[in-house]
Every structure is written in structure tokens, then in C-alpha cells.
């Protein structure tokens, strides 16, 4: 007989991915007052412990055990309809899985900078009151969940239009009005801004207090304070668990996390070989200025006079909160802003709008974020994402030269990927598809990388890797580079210089 206050039991659990183990020997047990972090590396394997007990992925030996709805469960005795225990769990994925209106399609990506395309898509206060718990006890309504994550003045607003940060605090939102028993959160506080991170806390505490219980994914650098107890993953099983003051995290912090990681000798070789061989046409400046730009959709004023001018060679943070209007500003760079022809804006020294077309552009630029992750069509092999990058394409139609094929496979083996070349990307973990996309983003060695929160989901020794990357790609040729993160300290050191946007408005320059 289990105790009353077990509510949830994994014993022995084992989860086999791609006839790979992620994980095995889990035995595990969440009591009632208990909320966890699960934290550690690698990401794949944390991943795949909240997938398994939201039921996501199949356990292949052992048993997981849902304590928590037992009541539930019984209460279903002759009552109509199906009852799972699935009912009482909500799973916060760290990608949106939102459709348009009708149900049949994705959004895409430039989707939302098309703003007459944005029709299809329900809005936050739609989506929310489309979400009908299967039982009977709601405390959290759509409205509650709106004024927890401060969506009062998104709620009419379509889906699609969303920022990244907004659309982390949607999906939380979401799964809140699912009103469930158990709540999994995939590293929730990715993508949100500083204000926010410091919210988190008492957003967690909220709903804690309202019944729920959290497991939740992090980095160690991350753990909020309500988190009683910890599990840390070590390669694929449980290193240690248990209450938060009896686990010595520091000796789970992985050195490189301090912000020394060197690169090793041989790979700042292969970086400045792999930049050398393809040289870089000489450019004409400036790469980018842009001269009091304004972006605004219906009566709401996006960007609001904003001017900048990028030299070749510089590296630039730019900052602002969720929705300061930081991609908004990128998509004009891009080429994926229709707003940009009726604008004032130099690119690589011409002016936009006299006769260049989108692939001009592109071609000299390697761009990632997380919306391009986030629609980024995920059923082709990772060797060809990487050689699309050549084409600036989503996807890889055209045939690729031994060489390009050749510095793709260096690339690969350069973040670490060298085993997953034939693997499809869905395969791939979160974390592992962004170094995947960042090795698309630097093939061509372009002469503008944008780098749209490239750490977004790495882990920590992966966030020290590519920074040192990204300072290496910098000091081995005259890449201009313009670098978004929410996180101070996942800026590279060769990025010196910043520009602020709050509310669409520049509000800070340093050069
Ligand atoms: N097509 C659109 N129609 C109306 N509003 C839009 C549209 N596209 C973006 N917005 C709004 O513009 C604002 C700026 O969005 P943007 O994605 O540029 O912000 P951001 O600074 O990149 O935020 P984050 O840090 O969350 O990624 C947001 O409030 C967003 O909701």
C-alpha cells in the first residue's frame, strides 16, 4: 500500500530514443508539498524524463505510476466519457505546437511580419477559452491565467503576432488553465526577459498555492526559490536527489560555466581554416543603417524612429525586453519585413528598394532565432539543414558541391554533432537542433551574422562553447556581428558595442 501522499512513482524506468538509451534506472518519487527541479545534463536526457511523465515518450522497462489521479480515475466509475490521468498533467513543451484557426496548418515564419497573413490565427484570449479542463475543479480561468502572466494587453491580439518572450508566457498560460494536477515545465524561463525571470518566482509561488505541484527543467544557475527538492541528471540516469539544501550542486556545475572556456587548439584551427578557405567578398559600408525607421500594424506603432548604423567588423548587442521590438527590428535586416521597402534603410551599402532582391540579401547574412527554430521544417537530415544554410533555404534543394559537403561535416563535428549527420532534426533534442541551426547560420561565412538568442536552450557547456566561437569567428575575419540574449552573461566578449530598444524606441547606444 502507498502512502496517501505519494502522488507520483517512477521505479526503475528506462527510455529508449532512436535505439539509444536516454535514460535508465529512474526510480523516483514526488510526495505531496514536494516541487522539484530537475537539473543537470544533458539536456536531451532531462527532456526526455519530463516527456515521459507527461506520457510523451513510452517507457521501455519500468513503471510509472499517477498516484495523483487515483480519485479521478475512481470517480469515473459510470460516469460517461474516457478518463486518463493525462487529464491532470500539463506539459509546458519548449516549443509551441499553436495551429490557425482552421486547424490545418502551421504557422510560418515570416508569417507575422505579413501582418494581413495574420488573420487565420485565434487570439490569446481565443486559444484560452478553447482550453475546457475534464474535471470539475477550476481555479484557474482564462482570465486569472491572463492577469498572472500579464497578457491584459496581448489577449486580443492574434497568436502569430506574438513575440518570442509573450509566447513562452502564453503556453505557460495555457497549460494553467488546464487547471492541472501536475504541471512539467520544459526550462520555462528561456526566452523570457529579466523583469519577467525576476516575476517568475512569484509567479511559480502562485500557482503552487493554488494546488498544483511543479517539476520543472533548469540549469543550475537557474533553480527559483520555491523548488524544495532537486534530482540531477548525470549522462543518462539520476546522480543525486533529494530536499534542495541536502544536494551540493557545485559539484554538479560544470567548469565551463564560469566564462573561461577556451576553445582547444585544434578546433580554433579548423575555425579560422574553415573561415580562410571561403574568404569573404570585400564589402561595401556600412552593412546596415537605418534611418529613422518606423514599423507599425494597424494603429499599434511597432518601431518607432529608430536609427543605427553598423560598420563592417563591429559587434553589437541589441537589447530590450519581450517585445521591445528587438525581431521586428532583425526582419527589416533580413529581408523578411515587407515594411522595410517603405523605409529609409542601407544594406551593405545599398539602398533598399533599387532593384536588390530578398536573396541579395540573404546571402550575405547568417541569421538564427528562436522563431526560425521554432518553424523550421524538422523531418530532414542534419547534414542537409546544415548545407541549406548555403542557400539561405529551409530545407535543402539543390545540389551541394564535395566541398560544401566536405566543410559541412567539419561544422558538424565541430559542435559536437558528428554522430547525428543522418538523423532527422525532430530526432534531435532542443538543445542539439539550435547547435544544428547555428551551424547553418555560420557555413556560408557570411559577412553579418545575426545571432537572435542563439543560447536560447543550450546547455551551459554549449553556451560557453559558442560564445567562444562566436569571439573566434570575430577575431579570425571582419564578420560584423549583432547579437540578441536576454542574459548578460551569454554575450560573447567581442561584443562591445549596444543599442537598447524599449517600447520601439532606442533608448541607449554605446559604441
Ligand atoms: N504583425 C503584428 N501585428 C501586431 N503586433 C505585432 C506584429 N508583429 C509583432 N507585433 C508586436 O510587436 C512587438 C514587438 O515584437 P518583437 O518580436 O519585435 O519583440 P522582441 O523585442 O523581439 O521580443 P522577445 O524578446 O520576446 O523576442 C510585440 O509586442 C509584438 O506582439
Not at 277 to 283: F, I, K, L, N, S
Request: proline residues 4%; neutral net charge; contains cysteine.
Amino acid at each position: 500500500m502507498e502512502p496517501a501522499n505519494l502522488l507520483l512513482a517512477i521505479t526503475d524506468a528506462m527510455v529508449v530514443q532512436n535505439g539509444t538509451i536516454a535514460l535508465q534506472h529512474i526510480t523516483f518519487r514526488l510526495y505531496q508539498g514536494q516541487q522539484w527541479a530537475i537539473t543537470g545534463e544533458p539536456e536531451t536526457a532531462k527532456n526526455r524524463f519530463l516527456q515521459a511523465v507527461a506520457g510523451k515518450v513510452a517507457i521501455s522497462q519500468g513503471i510509472i505510476q499517477h498516484h495523483h489521479a487515483t480519485e479521478y480515475l475512481q470517480d469515473a466509475a459510470g460516469n460517461e466519457g474516457y478518463r486518463s490521468h493525462h487529464d491532470l498533467v500539463a506539459y509546458v513543451p519548449f516549443h509551441h505546437h499553436f495551429r490557425s484557426k482552421n486547424n490545418t496548418q502551421n504557422f510560418y515564419y515570416q508569417q507575422r511580419f505579413n501582418s494581413a497573413d495574420a488573420d487565420d490565427a485565434a487570439t490569446v484570449r481565443e486559444l484560452l477559452n478553447t482550453i475546457q479542463p475534464k474535471h470539475g475543479n477550476i481555479h484557474w480561468t482564462p482570465e486569472r491565467a491572463i492577469a498572472l502572466f500579464n497578457l491584459e494587453k496581448l489577449a486580443d491580439k492574434a497568436l502569430i503576432k506574438l513575440s518570442n518572450g509573450e509566447t513562452r508566457r502564453l503556453m505557460l498560460a495555457t497549460a494553467l488553465v488546464k487547471n492541472p494536477a501536475l504541471l512539467l515545465l520544459d526550462n520555462p524561463l528561456v526566452g523570457l526577459d529579466v523583469e519577467t525571470r525576476g516575476r517568475f518566482d512569484n509567479i511559480l509561488q502562485t500557482i503552487i498555492q493554488s494546488g498544483i505541484h511543479v517539476i520543472m527543467t533548469t540549469t543550475i544557475r537557474e533553480i527559483p526559490d520555491c523548488v524544495t527538492h532537486i534530482a540531477v541528471i548525470q549522462n543518462d540516469t539520476i546522480a543525486a536527489q533529494g530536499p534542495r539544501d541536502t544536494i551540493n550542486l557545485d559539484k554538479y556545475q560544470q567548469p565551463a560555466a564560469g566564462g573561461n572556456y577556451a576553445l582547444p587548439d585544434t578546433l580554433r584551427h579548423s575555425i579560422s581554416t574553415l573561415f580562410r578557405q571561403r574568404g569573404q567578398q570585400p564589402m561595401k559600408n556600412p552593412i546596415v543603417a537605418l534611418n529613422d525607421i518606423t514599423v507599425r500594424y494597424g494603429d499599434k506603432l511597432i518601431l518607432d524612429k529608430v536609427s543605427w548604423r553598423v560598420e563592417q567588423g563591429e559587434a553589437w548587442a541589441l537589447k530590450g525586453h519581450n517585445g521591445a521590438g528587438k525581431s521586428t527590428l532583425l526582419s527589416l535586416i533580413n529581408g523578411d519585413n515587407p515594411q522595410a521597402y517603405s523605409n529609409d534603410i542601407t544594406l551593405f551599402g545599398r539602398r533598399r528598394g533599387t532593384g536588390e532582391s530578398i536573396w541579395d540579401i540573404k546571402k550575405q547574412i547568417g541569421y538564427v532565432s528562436p522563431e526560425l527554430h521554432q518553424y523550421f521544417p524538422k523531418n530532414q537530415a542534419v547534414l542537409q539543414v546544415v548545407l541549406s544554410g548555403y542557400f539561405d533555404t529551409v530545407g535543402l534543394f539543390r545540389q551541394v558541391t564535395p566541398l560544401q559537403r566536405e566543410a559541412a561535416l567539419q561544422w558538424l563535428q565541430l559542435f559536437g554533432l558528428a554522430d547525428a549527420v543522418q538523423q532527422r532534426l525532430v530526432q534531435l533534442s532542443p538543445d542539439r537542433q539550435r547547435l544544428c541551426l547555428l551551424a547553418r547560420a555560420v557555413i556560408k561565412n557570411p559577412n553579418l551574422l545575426i545571432l537572435d538568442e542563439p543560447c536560447q536552450g543550450l546547455s551551459p557547456q554549449h553556451r560557453e562553447f559558442f560564445k567562444a566561437l562566436v569571439d573566434e569567428i570575430h577575431g579570425a575575419s571582419d564578420t560584423t556581428i549583432i547579437y540578441v540574449s536576454h542574459y548578460q552573461e551569454d554575450i560573447p566578449s567581442c561584443v562591445q558595442r549596444s543599442i537598447k530598444l524599449d517600447q520601439g524606441k532606442v533608448v541607449e547606444k554605446t559604441t
